[in-house]
């Protein structure tokens, strides 16, 4: 059974760097053909991909957000991680990380964490 | 950057009913794209990949396809189930959503 459970702070202030943490089960980011991702979705808005990384450690960030983004992992302990810089009250939303298996194409995500909002707040 | 369409924006429909949500690419992304199912509160299920390919316990009555730039999820014979906002994601250059198409009981 594949799981992935965003964890982070819940309010960040203007201006600061927001970390999240993604930590999932049931398959390897080491095998070949695995990505995670990072998408949002504000309060009553669609969704945005934000960031996406591979097995062999390539990555791929969103045009629009690039250079406020890193995505890394952790294979050992089965993390990835998103820090998104300068956070503005524009960027709450409710931050997802996801799976996409091998075999079904970079980006299509077939396993979804349960989400994680933050609140960006003064 | 690609930009995605969907219409309608709502659709309200009843039980049994055939129902069709189009989506369109601002340039050709050939068979790259993706629909998903997401009710309130929780996150997005794959329906669909690959335009027409059906994800393992995705019911049968779902179906995509593809005209162009342009892409149909169909929904043969709604259930009660099936009430909940549908996106499509493309993921020919990477990628991006619809703005989302609300399926409500009529």
């Known amino acids: 059974q594949i799981t992935l459970k965003e964890s982070g702070p819940t309010l960040v202030k203007p201006t600061q760097t927001l970390t999240l943490t993604c930590t999932f089960s049931?398959?390897?980011?080491?095998?070949?053909?695995?990505?995670v991702g990072w998408i949002r979705q504000p309060p009553g808005k669609a969704l945005e991909w934000l960031a996406l990384i591979f097995w062999d450690d390539d990555k791929r960030y969103s045009p629009s957000l690039w250079s406020r983004l890193t995505i890394t992992k952790d294979t050992s302990n089965n993390q990835v991680v998103l820090t998104v810089t300068n956070m503005d009250p524009v960027d709450t939303a409710t931050y997802y990380c996801a799976h996409s298996p091998s075999g079904y194409g970079d980006y299509v995500f077939a396993h979804w964490g349960q989400g994680a909002l933050v609140t960006v707040s003064s | 950057d690609i930009q995605m369409t969907q219409s309608p924006s709502t659709l309200s429909a009843s039980v049994g009913d055939r129902v069709t949500i189009t989506c369109r690419a601002s340039?050709?992304?050939?068979?790259?794209l993706a629909w998903y199912q997401q009710k309130p509160g929780k996150a997005p299920k794959l329906l669909i990949y690959k335009t027409s390919i059906l994800e393992n316990g995705v019911p049968s009555r779902f179906s995509g396809s593809r005209s162009g730039t342009e892409f149909t999820l169909t929904i043969s014979s709604l259930q009660p189930d099936d009430f909940a906002t549908y996106y499509c994601?493309?993921?020919?250059?990477?990628?991006?959503f619809g703005q989302g198409t609300k399926l409500e009981i009529k």
């Open positions: 049931g398959f390897s980011l080491s095998t070949h053909g695995v990505r």
């Open positions: 994601q493309q993921y020919n250059i990477y990628s991006s």
């Open positions: 340039q050709t992304i050939y068979d790259w």
